[in-house]
Every structure is written in structure tokens, then in C-alpha cells.
């Protein structure tokens, strides 16, 4: 049995409204790899509902960060609370919050979300992966691969496929704030360089996705 923890971007489930159409396709893929025996943890991210839910409270009234972080540490769990309902009877019933915790289930699904201030569910992702054992993580986001710089803001980007947790850290950064769009949160560098956690970037395309579940050459960055 092969156990799979996938960091599921929130830009992923809800870019704007949310993406319906690529839930129904990753469904399908999900069930076919567990019949096979495996299991899939899957943290889900906040997305669109949290960015817009931080932004609206903060033109409201002056709030600090950790009230900012819990608004988005809810978007993830209402995120989650949809991936396990798409997957019923194949999911645990709860949903994970503590990362930490000790996981009692033989369901070949397993959902989590955000679990404290200060971090992203990137971080959350990777303490799970410590707490299973598990060496590999795959984090879905909205581009293909790790740049050298962020190509939302910047031209002339260049991509890399194969990075070190140092190099990794040059780009993202030191600097964590509530709702931070980053490729990866600096917390969760800092933590999977520790643990030495191989993390696998990787765009929002299904068949490259099932492609890396079935062992098949796949477009995405490493970084180990
Ligand atoms: P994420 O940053 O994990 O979701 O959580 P995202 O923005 O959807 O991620 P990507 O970039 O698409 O992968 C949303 C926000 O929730 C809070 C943070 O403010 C974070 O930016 N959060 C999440 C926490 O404070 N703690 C957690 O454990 C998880």
C-alpha cells in the first residue's frame, strides 16, 4: 500500500468560483488509485473564499493577523468539508486539524485542513507527512512549476525542475502573512528541509497528476 499526502492548493479547488468541473475529474482519479489499495491524505487549501473573506474583514476594522489566519484556517475547512463530501463513503468522517495527532482509521481517504495561526496548510502538510512516516508530499498549485521568481508578478521568469530546500528557500522567502500566495510557505520549507521531505510541485493538469500516481513520467518541479 502506498500512501500519498497532496497539498491541494486552494487556487486549485477555488480559483473563482469553484471548479466543478476539474473536482469531478479529480474524483475519479482519486477512487481509481485507492481501489488499487492505496491511501490519499489530501490537505486542502483556502483559496479564492479565504483571500476574500481576509480582505473584506480588514476594510471593515483593524484586526490582527492571527484573526486574519483563523478567517483562513475556516476557508480550509470549509474546502475540506467539500472534498470528503464528494467522497463519502470512501473518506474518514472527520476531518483532520491537528497534523500532529495520531490518525485513527483504516479509510483510504483522509481529509485535513488548517490547524493553527501562522502557517498555511503547506506546513500542515508537511507535519502530516512526519506524522506518517511518509517521504514524498505532492503540493498541487496553479502553476507547473517552482520559478525563480513569482510569474504572477514577474516577465522573463525561469523554471526549475530540480531544486534544493535551500535554493527553495532563497524564493519563496522568510516573510509569512495571512492569505500569502507563495509556492510553497516559508514555514514549510524551513520544516521539510528538517525532515528531509521530498516535495513534488505540480500544476493543475489531471492526466500529469495520474500520470505521477502511476509511477508514469510527470511535468513538475522536485525539491529535496
Ligand atoms: P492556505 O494558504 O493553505 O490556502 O490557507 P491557499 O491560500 O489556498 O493556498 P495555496 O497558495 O492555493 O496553496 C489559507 C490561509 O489560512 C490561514 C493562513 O492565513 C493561510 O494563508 N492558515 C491556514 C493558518 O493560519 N493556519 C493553517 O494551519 C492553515
Known sequence: MKTIILSLGGSVIVPGDIDVKFLKRFRKIVLEFVKKGNRIVIITGGGKTARDYIASAEKITKLNVEDL???????????AHLLRTIFRDYSYAKIIKNPTEKIKT?????????????????????????????????????????????????????IIKELNWKQMKKIVGNKWSPGL???FDPEACKLAEKIGL?????????????????????RGSVIE
Not at 496553479?142 to 510569474?151: E, F, K
Request: with cysteine.
Open 106 to 158: 483504516n479509510k483510504k481517504i483522509i481529509i485535513a485542513a488548517g490547524w493553527k495561526p501562522g502557517c498555511s496548510t503547506d506546513y500542515d502538510g508537511v507535519l502530516l507527512a512526519q506524522n506518517l512516516k511518509v517521504k514524498t508530499m505532492i503540493n498541487m498549485t496553479n502553476v507547473n512549476y517552482v520559478h525563480d521568481r513569482n510569474p504572477m508578478d514577474h516577465k522573463n521568469t525561469k
Open 69 to 79: 489566519d483563523w478567517i483562513g484556517i475556516h476557508s480550509t475547512r470549509l474546502n
Open 181 to 183: 500566495n507563495s509556492p
Open 198 to 218: 521530498k516535495v513534488i510541485m505540480i500544476g493543475k493538469s489531471i492526466i500529469n497528476f495520474e500520470n505521477l500516481l502511476n509511477g508514469k513520467g510527470f
